[in-house]
């Protein structure tokens, strides 16, 4: 299976309603929070900034873009319209924080317009990022930020000991739902090439606390790949994620991934 993520309007409504529950308890987990915080409490926006997020998924990241970040305004523009439906759902009353359909590759709205974009875990979705990151150059002011902050997922893993099975899990997960493993190793050069010059690069480390509600979700998405391939029977899948929970539940369980996070200007 490809990447979901990279087409997901087109997947059954089962599986978007699936990613966007995975996607709300990944927003909302409190190390997720202080991630988003640490790159993006520092950006200087000028008054009445507005902002966009390509890949703004259910919403809660493009509301950081006026909540943490400051901007004035805030639009988020994503292909899948069931993500769209919740985001407008979940921050209607908020007229400043605005929704769309739409592909970050070509959004068709107007250049020049933003003083900051926000791709937050998009990149690694997509074939061909360049396209991304040249509509992003199209889309900001002259001395505009771009903000990027994405997984450096092949350091995801929930092993704590050798051999351990609940991280097969983990890495099968990661290799079904990921395009590009090593964005932002990459980035760097991408950026410096599409015409931006470099800001802040910043490494998070994520460990899952808790319930670990989000890093469960990775699990049991795995899990759930693996019977569909054939390669688990689902007592098998059932047996591992109840292993998870125990886990959990004798405060055993690890989880961890890391992000970076990299800040760029509009020359
Ligand atoms: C992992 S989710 C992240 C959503 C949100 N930024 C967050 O962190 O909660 C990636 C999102 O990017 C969207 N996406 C994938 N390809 C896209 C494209 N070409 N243009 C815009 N969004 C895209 C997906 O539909 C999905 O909602």
């Given at each position: 299976?490809s990447?979901?993520?990279?087409?997901?309007?087109?997947?059954d409504?089962d599986?978007?309603?699936?990613?966007?529950?995975?996607?709300?308890?990944?927003?909302?987990?409190?190390a997720?929070?202080?991630?988003?915080q640490?790159?993006?409490?520092?950006?200087?926006?000028?008054?009445n900034a507005?902002?966009i997020?390509?890949?703004?998924?259910t919403?809660?990241?493009?509301?950081?873009l006026?909540a943490?970040?400051?901007?004035?305004?805030?639009?988020?523009?994503?292909p899948?319209?069931?993500?769209?439906?919740?985001?407008n759902?979940?921050?209607?009353g908020?007229?400043?924080?605005s929704?769309?359909?739409?592909?970050?590759r070509?959004?068709?709205?107007?250049?020049?317009?933003?003083d900051?974009v926000?791709?937050h875990?998009?990149?690694?979705?997509?074939?061909?990022?360049?396209?991304?990151?040249?509509?992003?150059?199209?889309?900001?002011?002259?001395?505009?930020?771009?903000?990027?902050?994405?997984?450096?997922?092949?350091?995801?893993?929930?092993?704590?000991?050798?051999?351990?099975?609940?991280?097969?899990?983990?890495?099968?997960?990661?290799?079904?739902?990921?395009t590009?493993?090593w964005i932002?190793?990459?980035?760097?050069?991408?950026?410096?090439e599409?015409?931006?010059s470099?800001?802040?690069?910043?490494?998070?480390?994520?460990?899952?606390?808790?319930e670990?509600a989000?890093?469960?979700?990775?699990?049991?998405r795995?899990?759930d790949?693996?019977?569909?391939?054939?390669t688990?029977?689902?007592?098998t899948?059932e047996?591992?994620?109840?292993?998870?929970?125990?886990?959990?539940s004798?405060?055993?369980?690890f989880?961890?991934?890391s992000?970076?996070?990299?800040?760029?200007y509009?020359?």
């Amino acid at each position: 299976m490809s990447d979901p993520y990279a087409d997901l309007a087109s997947q059954d409504e089962d599986l978007q309603n699936r990613i966007a529950d995975a996607m709300e308890s990944r927003c909302q987990d409190p190390a997720q929070v202080a991630m988003r915080q640490a790159y993006l409490a520092d950006l200087e926006l000028p008054k009445n900034a507005s902002a966009i997020e390509l890949g703004s998924g259910t919403g809660h990241v493009t509301k950081d873009l006026i909540a943490i970040a400051g901007a004035a305004t805030a639009l988020g523009v994503e292909p899948s319209p069931v993500m769209v439906a919740r985001a407008n759902a979940h921050f209607a009353g908020q007229p400043n924080l605005s929704f769309m359909v739409g592909d970050a590759r070509h959004t068709k709205l107007p250049s020049g317009e933003y003083d900051l974009v926000l791709m937050h875990t998009l990149l690694c979705h997509v074939p061909g990022p360049e396209t991304v990151l040249t509509e992003a150059y199209r889309l900001l002011k002259p001395g505009g930020v771009l903000a990027i902050c994405d997984g450096d997922y092949s350091t995801a893993t929930a092993r704590i000991a050798d051999y351990d099975p609940l991280d097969e899990l983990v890495r099968f997960m990661i290799n079904q739902n990921v395009t590009n493993l090593w964005i932002m190793r990459q980035i760097t050069g991408l950026l410096s090439e599409n015409g931006f010059s470099l800001g802040a690069r910043k490494g998070h480390g994520y460990v899952a606390e808790g319930e670990a509600a989000y890093f469960l979700t990775v699990i049991d998405r795995g899990a759930d790949r693996m019977v569909e391939e054939g390669t688990l029977q689902p007592a098998t899948a059932e047996a591992l994620k109840t292993e998870a929970r125990d886990r959990v539940s004798r405060n055993t369980f690890f989880g961890y991934m890391s992000y970076v996070s990299q800040i760029a200007y509009k020359t």
